[in-house]
C-alpha cells in the first residue's frame, strides 16, 4: 500500500510537470496507476488464501481472475498511448470494454475459465509487454527494466494458474512470490515514470539555459512565432507546436484563436508570415482550403509571403507514415524540399515528436540568426 501511494504522488508530480514527454506518459501513468490499483486489491484477496479455502468458482475466486482480467486491460491501453499516431482517448480506452463485458455476461465462471479467454490473454498480454520493452530500449533505459517487463509479460499464465485452483491449495511460497513479484515491478514503472519526467524537464531546462546564454537583448519578449498547418488534421500537432514554444515563452500566432479584428481573413494571415520572426510549418496529408484567384492553399499562401519576406525564418516539419493523394500537396512538398530554395526538413509522427524536436530548432535557430541586429544587445 506504501508503493501504492508513493506511485500516486509521482503521477501526481506528472500532471503538475512541464516535461516534453508528459504529453505521452501521462495517459500511460494513469492508466497503468488504475492496473496498480487492482492489483493491490488482488493481493489483499491473496493475503486470508493460506487459511481459508476458497471453493473453485467462488465469489472472491472468480473476483481475483476477473481483476487480473481488468489489470491487463489497463496496460493493453497504456502502451496504446504511448503509441499515439491518431488514436484518440476513446479508442485507446477501448480495452478496458473487454472484461467490463466479460462480468457483464451470464455464466461468468464458465467464460473466465474457457480456454479462448486464456488464450486471448496471454497472447494480447505478451504482445503489450514486448511493445513496451521496446519503447523502454528506444529510451536507452535500464536493461533490468527490460527483463523484468519482458517476464511479466510471459509469465502470466502463471499467474493466472493462481485463480484456477483453490487458493488455498496452493504452497504458501508460491502465495508469498506474486505481491513480492508485483511490488519489485511497481518499483520498475515508478523508475520508468521518474526517469522519461527527469529527462524532459532536463531537455526543455537546456533548451531555455542555451537561448540565455546567446546575450538576446530580450527573447522572450521581442519574439513571434507563427505557426502554420492545415487545421483539420493536424489540431493536436499544432497544440503541440504551441505548447513547446509557450514552454519557451515565445509569442505565438495561431489563426484559429486571434479573435476578432478589422481586418479581413487574409490580410490578417498575410501580416502574421510577413512580420513574424519565426514560421513553424508542418504539413500534413491535405492541401486545405484553396483561396482565388491564385489557386493554391491558406498554408501555402503564408509560406509564399513568409518565404518573400525572409525564406531563412521558416522551420519545416513533413508528417511520416501518411498518404498524400491529392496532387497540389505533392507539388508543395516538392517544391518546399527544392534543392536549391527550399529547405532541409524535419519529419514527425506524433505530436509528441514536436513536442521534442521544436525547443531544440528554435535554439540553434537562434544561435545561428544571433548576430542580427533585431535580437543583439
Known amino acids: 500500500m506504501a508503493l501504492l501511494f508513493y506511485a500516486t504522488r509521482k503521477v501526481s508530480e506528472l500532471r503538475n510537470t512541464g516535461a516534453t514527454y508528459k504529453a505521452r506518459l501521462l495517459p500511460f501513468a494513469n492508466f497503468t496507476l488504475l492496473a496498480w490499483i487492482i492489483s493491490g486489491l488482488q493481493e489483499l484477496i491473496l493475503l486470508p488464501a493460506p487459511f481459508i479455502y476458497f471453493p473453485e468458482g467462488s ?14 486491460a489497463l496496460w493493453v491501453s497504456a ?5 499515439p499516431r491518431r488514436l484518440a482517448l476513446p479508442w485507446r480506452s477501448l480495452p478496458v ?24 490473454d496471454f497472447v494480447v498480454t505478451l504482445i503489450t509487454f514486448t511493445a ?25 499464465s502463471i499467474w ?26 511497481l518499483l520498475a514503472w ?35 512565432v507563427m505557426i502554420s498547418s492545415t487545421l483539420e488534421d493536424l489540431e493536436r500537432e499544432r ?24 481586418l479581413s481573413p487574409r490580410e490578417w494571415v498575410e501580416l502574421m508570415a510577413m512580420q513574424c520572426d519565426l514560421m513553424v510549418l508542418m504539413i500534413g496529408e491535405r492541401y486545405g482550403h484553396v483561396l482565388e484567384p491564385e489557386g493554391i492553399s491558406v498554408v501555402e499562401f503564408e509560406y509564399n ?13 513533413i508528417q511520416e507514415g501518411i498518404r498524400r493523394t491529392d496532387t497540389r500537396q505533392q507539388k508543395f512538398l516538392a517544391r518546399v524540399k527544392e534543392f536549391n530554395d527550399g529547405h532541409v526538413t524535419s519529419t514527425f509522427t506524433t505530436p509528441e515528436d514536436l513536442s521534442e524536436q521544436i525547443p531544440r530548432d528554435v535554439q540553434r535557430w537562434l544561435t545561428s540568426h544571433a548576430k542580427r541586429n533585431k535580437i543583439t544587445k
Open 59 to 72: 465469489f472472491l475466486n472468480d473476483s481475483g481472475l476477473w481483476l487480473g482480467l481488468m489489470q491487463n
Open 79 to 83: 502502451v496504446l498511448s504511448l503509441y
Open 97 to 120: 470494454l473487454f472484461p467490463i463485458v466479460i462480468a457483464a455476461a451470464g455464466s461468468r465462471t464458465a467464460i473466465l475459465r474457457s480456454e479462448i479467454i486464456t488464450a486471448i
Open 132 to 156: 513496451f520493452v521496446l519503447w523502454i530500449l528506444r529510451w536507452r533505459l535500464s536493461n533490468l527494466l527490460v527483463a523484468m517487463f519482458l517476464i511479466h509479460g510471459c509469465s502470466q
Open 160 to 185: 493466472r494458474s493462481l485463480w484456477f485452483t483453490p487458493l488455498a491449495s496452493s504452497q504458501f511460497a508460491f502465495l508469498l512470490v506474486f505481491p513480492i513479484w508485483r511490488s519489485l515491478l
Open 190 to 224: 515508478i523508475d520508468v515514470i521518474s526517469t522519461m519526467v527527469a529527462r524532459g524537464e532536463a531537455s526543455l531546462k537546456d533548451v531555455v539555459s542555451r537561448i540565455k546564454h546567446l546575450g538576446l537583448a530580450n527573447p522572450l519578449d521581442v519574439f513571434a
Open 239 to 262: 497544440d503541440a507546436a504551441d505548447g513547446a514554444l509557450k514552454a519557451l515563452r515565445l509569442t505565438r500566432f495561431r489563426a484559429e484563436r486571434l479573435g476578432t479584428v478589422s
Open 305 to 317: 509571403v513568409a518565404h518573400k519576406a525572409d525564406r531563412d525564418k521558416i522551420l519545416v516539419y
